[in-house]
Nanobody, 124 residues
């Protein structure tokens, strides 16, 4: 079984900072890409930032220069440092991990796993 648990959300004033954390646990062989997504009320879920096991990153244009994603492979943990927050960053933030698990003695499964989300609210 795989668990994805986010933490670090909360209420912050515009211009402030928050740091989100996400820990992936379970019988995992390895984790490839990890990412942060967000979903605001009435909007579709969108990619915020992602990072590969090798450290290559990708950011949504709306957060470039303000958010930084990094990961600790030894701890199966990914972080999202969010600076200069704006009211439009208000959303539920979800962590995603693309992981490899041993399904049987001869089969390895590759699946995306998601956390339950953590609320980030930025007041103006």
């Amino acid at each position: 079984q795989v668990q994805v648990v986010e933490s670090g959300g909360g209420l912050v004033q515009a211009g402030g900072s928050l740091r989100l954390s996400c820990v992936v646990s379970g019988t995992i062989l390895s984790i490839n890409r990890m990412g942060w997504y967000r979903q605001a009320p009435g909007k579709q879920r969108e990619l915020v930032a992602s990072i590969t096991s090798g450290g290559s990153t990708n950011y949504a244009d709306s957060v470039k220069g303000r958010f930084t994603i990094d990961r600790d492979n030894a701890r199966n943990t990914v972080y999202l440092q969010m600076n200069s927050l704006k009211p439009e960053d208000t959303a539920v933030y979800y962590c995603s991990a693309n992981a490899f698990l041993r399904e049987t003695e001869f089969r390895i499964k590759n699946t995306d796993y998601w956390g339950q989300g953590t609320q980030v609210t930025v007041s103006s």
